[in-house]
């Protein structure tokens, strides 16, 4: 998919590839061989299959900068070319490049796999007049207000939301939050692996076009 001069492709689970003068990554996990190497690699928590070394071991080059949730850290052993690392929590903002990024709160209400104390992560990123929000793993959290009406005439506004139920939202909450935030396009995630199926998926575009949000399934890289 292409937006504005930008490229964001889906990785399969909850990993993107974001691409403008930049290549930036969020949440790599099992991606294939040869992909381009990362200039930034973003980090929501901890739990394996959102925070995997093997995987940023094929992407990492010397400089490449991971910016992750505390907890992460101790994670991330020696990579075999020196890159950057920065901790980070809810509610900070970051300018890198041409390319301004703030961490937004995400966690479970009813659930315990995502505590809010753990202080883990979504992400905005905002480049070219787009706003891309990756919400990590979440529930419908009162924070998503925050975001409504953030689309503009002039600008794009991209959610990237999880689907695929037990650890994060399901399908129909996903789309209560899309109804939340009003994003130019909603595109599912967090399904086709470890949790979820494509039926979560067509679910999820289903809903919110029944509310009028334009919502798409990436084909994964």
Known sequence: ?????????????????????????????????????????????????????????????????????????????????????????????????????????????DKHFHPKEESWVGYLIKTNDVLIYHAGDTDVIPEMQKLTGYKQSDKEFVALLPVGGRFTMSAEEAAEAARVIKPSIAIPMHWGSIVGSKDDAQEFVDLCKEEGIKAEILEKE
């Open 1 to 109: 998919m292409k937006i504005n001069g930008i490229e964001l492709k889906w990785l399969g689970h909850a990993g993107f590839l974001i691409k403008n003068s930049r290549v930036i990554y969020i949440d790599p996990y099992n991606i294939k061989d040869g992909l381009e190497k990362a200039d930034l690699i973003l980090l929501t928590h901890s739990h394996y299959d959102h925070c995997s070394v093997a995987d940023m071991d094929k992407i990492v080059k010397e400089g490449t900068k991971i910016i992750a949730p505390a907890d992460c850290q101790s994670k991330i052993t020696k990579f075999s070319v020196p890159i950057k690392m920065q901790i980070i929590e809810p509610g900070q903002e970051l300018d890198l490049w041409d390319i301004e990024i703030s961490t937004f709160p995400s966690y479970n209400i």
